[in-house]
Structures are given as C-alpha cells and as structure tokens.
C-alpha cells in the first residue's frame, strides 16, 4: 500500500487538479456525496492514470456530515491496517480538526489540507535543502521550554527565520523546510496550534 492515501472530501472541494501530484507513491479515495451525480469529463481523465491506485466512493444516505463521517470511518479502518501511513484530508471543512488532534494524540499522521498545491510542495526532494539544516533548526527549537515554542504555522515560519539569522534562507526553502517538519512528523497541527513532537 502507498505510503500517503490521501481522503478528497468532493463535497467540499470541487476543484482538484491532480496534476500537481508527480509522486506515484499515493493511493487517493475520492468521497462524492449521494446527490453528486454529475463529475466534469476532465477530473475522470485526470484520475485515470493512477489506476487502481485511485478509488471514487459513493456514500449512502444523505444529510449533514454524512461525507464527513464516511472519511472519519476510512481514516478509522486505514490507521488500523497500517498505522505507518500518512493520511490527508483534502477539504475546507475545520470540522475535521478535532478528529485530526485525537488522531494525532495516538502517534497518527493525519493532516487536513485545503488544496493540492501544499502537498506538491511537500513532495518537493530533500536535496533542496541546505545541507544538517533542520536538524539545527530542531536543535536550536528543542532548547526553548515547550510552552515558548511558537504556536502557529506563520509563527514558526518567522521564528525559525530569525533562529537562522545571519545565515540566508530563500521564503521557498524556508516553506520547504517547515513542510519537512510536518513531513517527518517532527512538527503536527490541529485546530491550527502546533504540537511538537522532540
């Protein structure tokens, strides 16, 4: 099984362009609401080359949350199969954030994303870091008390900016770097808070 499935709530989001997923190492479930009974000609031809690696799932039933809890049941049953996993949720829906932080309570990679350009970034290959760059940058964290550290995602971004001073680090790298962090599990987030995991 792939190393990352990824969960597209198509409820939520409509516009997927799965272009920006190069890596042949995902397997993607497609969740389409009972009264979705049209998709667009071109996102069928764009799933069509990841093969069986891609699978639309129709729910039954309909009313609020019905798509949601379908997903909360395949992340239930993926986990369990392979707790190694990395699971992400494409959706807008914050609803997701609390299960998210539950699941990361039991050492789960689950992360919500809102469009699939942050995963193409993630995807992105270490190379283009500087070389022992977050392993100085989880150095210099792992010294501040835990509640110091910074809580955000934008200010994690600035501080470990400032943590790198003099040295120069493009925007580009420093979001690479940040997404390495969540990549590693280094770093987690859930109701937008940041949760450290060293």
Not at 16 to 25: A, F, G, K, V
Not at 51 to 56: A, R, T, V
Not at 104 to 127: F, Y
Not at 180 to 191: G, I, M, P, S, W
Request: contains cysteine; glycine residues 4%; hydrophobic residues 35%.
């Amino acid at each position: 099984m792939s190393k990352l499935v990824l969960l597209v709530d198509y409820e939520n989001v409509q516009n997927i362009d799965l272009s920006l997923i190069q890596d042949q190492d995902f397997q993607i479930k497609i969740f389409v609401g009972q009264s979705q009974s049209k998709l667009p000609l071109e996102l069928v031809q764009s799933t069509q080359r990841f093969g069986n690696s891609l699978e639309w799932i129709k729910i039954e039933g309909s009313g609020n949350n019905s798509l949601d809890f379908h997903i909360a049941f395949y992340l239930g049953q993926l986990s369990r199969e392979n707790p190694n996993l990395s699971l992400v949720i494409l959706s807008k829906d914050k609803g997701y954030d609390p299960l998210i932080g539950y699941l990361h309570k039991r050492k789960i990679s689950c992360r919500r994303v809102e469009n699939l350009t942050a995963l193409s970034k993630q995807k992105q290959s270490d190379t283009s870091l500087q070389p022992n760059l977050m392993e100085e940058v989880i150095v210099k964290l792992s010294k501040l008390e835990k509640k110091c550290r910074p809580k955000s995602r934008s200010a994690l971004s600035q501080h470990i900016k400032s943590l790198l001073q003099p040295k120069k680090i493009s925007q580009q790298e420093l979001d690479l770097l940040i997404n390495h962090l969540f990549l590693q599990k280094k770093v987690t987030e859930a109701n937008n808070r940041i949760t450290y995991n060293f």
